[in-house]
């Protein structure tokens, strides 16, 4: 995949002008008539379904479409520069209102063109024509959303020859979270993932399962993957008896206090690199939309303006935002009427999230993605959100996930190119957190929720405080929406002022409203839910509380939970014996492996038993472990949430994640953990020349300055935000 040094070197001195460049010239002419088409089409279906704008003859239309072109680049031109004063933001209500001036200067300097009635013919004509385009450009492209990806190309052909080479090859890590090893191999097979799939298939890369462990959520693997820190998450949201306090691991404030427990400063990304759109920031000197870093100020990027300012970026994507929402609703409507069997509701906020997800934030990623390849960053790690955040409503296998991988792989087609544009060469990497099982809900099951089956079980005089809807598909968005209002420019002021009744000490917080739900000094149980996994608390009882205690205090507590019908297993620490995992018909003593009765294990795999010990070893975990039961046969799952897809525990494809790497790097064995996926990484930075050693961190610690100074992470710190500039 990577370019051997001696032909990046070699291409960039045989890289002929562009004048002679016939394929790259070539190009530019089709995309400029495609583009003209494409806004003569919009015009004349403006023409034709408005009475408030026509023409006097056919020219006027066609001077109409050059008019707006060259006024539509001068407008962006102005935005571009002035990016900087007004924020990202800003850029965006600038482009959306340029809109209006534009279509404005370009009636008014046609004199074959008439409007008919005052401002308010001008905004109505501005956004059905913007509107019309947009649906002109997604047809072209077969609804594909590849128009910004191949926006994106342009401007990187036309940046290249001016593009410093980077002296050692990079490492970009895509991340499509959810995706199971399994579904992949079955996509591969079925010939759906033309680049992914091609890779594999003419043999650069090398497909490779590997085991998640419990819990099976994106913050326990990322923090593996990027920090070695898995041991610190216990579960996607869990409570901590010492500060009373909900922890939900996609919440920035939660999250930076919780990488800072984590962190060594020597991170996967720690040499230079790149960290958008993730969990934790792997200790990059450069984060963009890092839930951890997100109520942090943070410089702008050139993606940033690119994106919001290019009329295939932010203000397509706002149209195509409610075709998305159309679509969502058509293909919910299918499924209820074809009584498929599993499902949940996809109505309220899903329909936002989706939107977000699928259009807005995927444009964006690639953006910001793109800028740190053409900078020539080591190593790049970016989460696509897209596929997991579809599966858990639709279903990980059902045909509209499936088409939300196809996207996912024309964007990582779409990265390839750009690479292979560019003067310095990268190695891709692509990977998986977790994958998904699938099941209907436990709720859907039994008629009730986990905490109400808590409280029928437990003597208490309060009801159990619940932590159990699902909000992970929030913190893209929260992360999005905090950083923009951190900026100081007028678009972050309005930001803020729009944001401030959903704003915590700076950090934007939408979502379900018991993400963290208060718990007071004498709540007495706590039950929080990721996927399949439940942890549950007894908050007024100091530490880990004991099997021999928990029997002592609610006797039937753990006899109900362990014989529900919607129950597999739950873990509890015993004095005896240390943690055990009991079932309706046995138990498993976790250390020592010693079996009674019917193993409650045997059903979840070779690995459950580890798995699980490792897991009730951790940090705050829950005075009981609770997993959903599993289908013998359809091996489905019954989430404690109401997502038909989902992860967290243990049980069917949902700990069975996927490695896809160069072939040239031999892994022997598929890794266990998280932690492992981290050290493979680290090695083939290594090998890159792309991982700085002790040595040379303590010689660059030690080095003077120019002015006498010591240099250290300021000097680290320094040459960061230059290229940020010069970029």
């Known amino acids: 995949m990577a370019k051997p040094p001696e032909q990046v070197f070699t291409d960039r001195r045989q890289r002929r002008p562009v004048w002679f460049d016939l394929r790259r010239t070539t190009r530019g002419i089709q995309a400029m008539i495609l583009g003209g088409l494409a806004s003569l089409v919009s015009l004349i279906i403006t023409f034709w379904t408005l009475p408030q704008i026509s023409s006097d003859g056919r020219l006027p239309i066609l001077r109409l479409v050059v008019l707006l072109a060259v006024i539509g680049l001068v407008v962006r031109w102005i935005l571009a520069g002035i990016a900087v004063l007004i924020g990202s933001v800003g850029v965006l209500i600038g482009g959306l209102l340029s809109q209006f001036g534009v279509v404005y200067l370009g009636v008014t300097l046609d004199p074959g063109v008439n409007l008919h009635g005052g401002v308010e013919a001008v905004w109505l004509v501005s956004i059905v024509m913007s509107s019309v385009s947009a649906f002109v450009g997604w047809i072209a492209y077969a609804g594909s959303d590849d128009a910004y990806v191949s926006e994106v190309m342009r401007v990187v052909r036309r940046r290249a020859r001016k593009i410093q080479a980077a002296p050692k090859t990079g490492m970009l890590i895509i991340q499509i979270d959810g995706l199971s090893a399994p579904l992949l191999n079955w996509m591969v097979m079925s010939g759906n ?27 326990a693997s990322q923090a593996g993957i990027l920090h070695a820190g898995s041991g610190q998450i216990p579960a996607f949201r869990w409570y901590e008896k010492e500060t009373g306090r909900v922890m ?9 206090e919780i990488e800072a427990r984590m962190s060594t400063g020597r991170g996967l990304l720690a040499d230079g690199g790149a960290s958008i759109s993730n969990n934790w920031s792997g200790d990059a000197p450069k984060s963009e939309l890092v839930f951890s870093r997100a109520a942090l100020p943070n410089g702008r990027s050139r993606g940033y303006v690119r994106f919001f300012s290019s009329p295939h970026g932010a203000a397509r994507g706002l149209v195509l935002c409610v075709a998305e929402m159309v679509k969502e609703l058509h293909q919910a409507r299918r499924q209820r009427r074809r009584n498929l069997v599993p499902r949940v509701n996809r109505g309220g906020s899903y329909i936002f999230l989706r939107a977000i997800s699928n259009v807005l934030l995927r444009d964006l990623n690639v953006s910001l993605v793109t800028d740190e390849l053409i900078k020539g960053t080591p190593v790049i790690y970016c989460d696509f959100v897209d596929y997991d955040e579809v599966a858990h409503h639709a279903g990980p296998t059902r045909p509209e996930s499936l088409q939300t991988l196809e996207g996912l792989d024309r964007v990582l087609g779409a990265l390839k190119r750009i690479i292979d544009i560019l003067p310095h060469s990268y190695e891709i990497v692509v990977l998986s957190d977790h994958g998904q099982s699938q099941g209907s809900t436990f709720l859907q099951r039994y008629g009730r929720t986990l905490t109400q089956v808590v409280d029928d079980l437990v003597d208490t005089t309060k009801e159990p405080v619940a932590a159990t809807r699902p909000s992970e598909g929030w913190g893209p968005v929260n992360a999005f929406l905090t950083e923009l209002s951190l900026r100081r420019s007028v ?27 208060p718990v007071a000094a004498d709540e007495q149980m706590v039950v929080t839910a990721s996927g399949n996994l439940a942890l549950i608390y007894l908050a007024t009882t100091p530490g880990r509380v004991p099997l021999e205690e928990i029997e002592l205090l609610h006797p039937k507590l753990i006899p109900g939970l362990a014989t529900h019908p919607g129950i597999g297993f739950v873990v509890v620490d015993s004095l005896a014996e240390g943690p055990v995992a009991i079932g309706s018909a046995g138990v498993h003593v976790l250390r020592s492996g010693r079996i ?7 059903q979840y795999g070779l690995r459950a038993a580890a ?16 997993i959903s039961r599993l289908d013998e046969y359809t091996h489905e799952v019954a989430a404690f949430e109401e997502l038909v897809g989902c992860h967290g525990g243990i049980g069917g494809w949902q700990t069975e994640a996927v490695l896809v790497h160069p072939r040239r790097w031999v892994v022997d064995e598929p890794p266990v953990g998280s932690d492992a996926v981290h050290h493979l990484l680290i090695g083939w930075l290594d090998q890159l020349g792309q991982r700085k050693h002790e040595s040379e961190l303590r010689a660059a610690a030690v080095a003077p300055s120019t002015d006498g100074s010591v240099a250290g992470a300021t000097v680290t710190e320094a040459s960061v935000t230059d290229a940020s500039v010069e970029a």
């Open 193 to 219: 993932l033309p680049h992914l799939g091609g890779w594999v298939r003419d043999g650069s890369h090398s497909l490779v399962g590997w085991h998640t462990g419990v819990p099976a959520t994106t913050p």
């Open 248 to 256: 939900v691991t996609n919440r920035a404030r939660d999250a930076a």
């Open 491 to 517: 678009a972050g002021t309005m930001t803020r002022r729009a944001l401030h009744g959903k704003a915590t000490r700076g950090e934007v917080e939408l979502g379900p409203a018991d993400c963290e739900p």
């Open 596 to 602: 009674e009765g019917v193993d409650p294990l045997a």
């Open 611 to 626: 798995s699980m010990l490792r897991q009730a070893e951790m940090p705050h975990n829950g005075d009981i472990v609770v």
